[in-house]
């Protein structure tokens, strides 16, 4: 299959919506994945605790241009993990099956294709790219190395969003013609301000490892820490955190990309050590009839837990934490402020009509049940664990990964043209046969 019938066939493969992985049953010892870790910071940290619930899965190197987080990524691989300076080494190595990507984004292209050259099998942190035609070339190169890739937004393996798209598929929502997701903090730390070690030093943190293809800039151990607040290295809110939100609406939309959006972005609060914005808005409008309204401020949080929702003609279904809540539509027409205006003669006769006493009078109506609010709570395994129980599913059976370099590449080109769109001023628009911006 050639790469633009590849695209065409569409993707977020269907295993995420049938069984449990296989990967949490019993596995033989030659079935054992050997990975390592390229990239150990605090997401690539939380994939190997992950990694503990897992029956045959062994880590055996790590990497890290600082240090200090290799040295702890070694002693949660249980102090027998071998570390590397250099990633190349890990991919060198006979003893390493898969790897796992969780380096900033601006080094994700590379170590993409490195690793895939190689003949690992790679599981990549999200965005899966830094700029859209990353996206392509990746994509060309997983079906020339038949390898197993899969993009780590976890959202898709979660008990919830399966539920989500079960309840949309169904038809309960009836059309399904607006969603309005958002993701709101308000910490220092949830603007990517975070604690640099005390150890921090140029002896300690390899500054060029961590440029890498980055233009050059003075040694910076902010840039370094707190990488996902530069342009440089990052898409800020939009790669972070919209990016979660758009692969989970084509998850359960069954979409592939908008045909146009129109972003705005602006910094008012955290203003030092940062050039990203800390609040996005963006509108996308979906060939597949549906618009989207996104959302982000670093500068208040109220109404985060409650910020996506999914609204239809005949219910709506709103995310909150672990649970989802669905809200049927059980309205009847009232036209009585207008009907009232009119002379009492033609009023009357309006209400004396069955067709309008059946739509606009319930009292008239024969007593009976409607349906209520109902919602579900998410209990067992958490998302992150049943995403990675997923890939060393595929891993071992060679089976498509749950979220492939497709689908990976439009969740993040939706990241990418908002913040084009963002720094336009305009509207941008998607060319869905050359699976990237119009020019």
């Known amino acids: 299959m050639n790469r633009r019938e590849f695209i065409k066939t569409g993707s977020l493969a269907a295993a995420a919506a ?57 002693a949660i691989a ?15 190595a006979t003893d390493v099956d898969a790897v796992f990507i969780g380096s900033p984004d601006h080094w994700h292209r590379q170590m993409s294709l490195d690793a895939l050259s190689a003949g690992k099998d790679v599981y990549i942190e999200k965005p899966m790219t830094y700029t859209v035609d990353e996206g392509l070339e990746i994509i060309a190169a997983t079906e020339k190395s038949d390898r197993i890739y899969q993009v780590g937004s976890q959202g898709i393996s979660s008990a ?18 607006m969603i309005r997701a958002s993701y709101n903090r308000n910490t220092a730390g949830g603007a990517w301000i975070y604690p640099i070690p005390p150890d921090a030093s140029p002896d300690t943190v390899d500054w060029k490892k961590f440029l890498g293809p980055a233009a050059d800039h003075p040694y910076s151990l902010e840039r370094f820490f707190r990488w996902r607040c530069y342009w440089d290295y990052s898409g800020g809110i939009s790669t972070d955190l919209f990016v979660h939100l758009v692969t989970t609406i084509h998850f359960i939309m069954d979409a592939k990309m908008p045909k146009t959006v129109m972003a705005s972005g602006e910094l008012y609060r955290w203003k030092s050590s940062r050039d990203v914005p800390d609040t996005v808005n963006a509108i996308m409008t979906y060939p597949e009839g549906f618009t989207v309204n996104l959302s982000s401020t670093f500068n208040n949080q109220s109404s985060s837990e409650s910020g996506f929702e999914i609204l239809g003609t005949e219910g709506a279904i709103a995310f909150r934490g672990g ?14 402020w207008v009907v009232e205006s009119w002379k009492e003669d033609l009023a009357k006769a309006y209400y004396d009509d069955p067709d309008v006493q059946a739509k606009e009078t319930p009292a008239t109506w024969d007593a009976q049940m409607r349906p209520s609010v109902r919602s579900w709570e ?34 993040a080109s939706c990241a990418h043209i908002i913040n084009e769109s963002i720094k336009r001023e305009a509207p941008v628009h998607w060319d869905f046969e050359k699976e990237k911006l119009k020019t």
């Open 160 to 177: 919830t969003q399966l539920k989500a798209k079960e309840l949309v598929k169904s038809g309960a929502l009836g059309q399904v013609t």
């Open 378 to 411: 998410e209990w067992g395994k958490n998302a992150t664990e049943v995403h990675l129980a997923h890939f060393f599913d595929s891993v071992r059976s060679r089976k498509a990964s749950v979220e492939d370099a497709l689908t990976g590449h439009r969740a």
């Open 18 to 74: 049938a069984m449990a992985p296989e990967a949490f049953g019993k596995n033989a010892a030659s079935d054992t994945v050997r990975v390592g870790v390229i990239g150990s910071g605090a997401r690539a940290q939380g994939l190997m605790h992950a990694c503990r619930g897992l029956p045959g899965v062994d880590l055996v190197a790590v990497c890290d241009a600082y240090k200090g987080r290799a040295e702890h990524a070694k």
């Open 323 to 336: 649970s989802l809540v669905f809200t049927p539509e059980s309205l009847a027409e009232d036209n009585r």
């Open 78 to 92: 249980g102090g027998k993990a071998r570390i590397h300076v250099d990633y190349r080494e890990i991919l060198d």
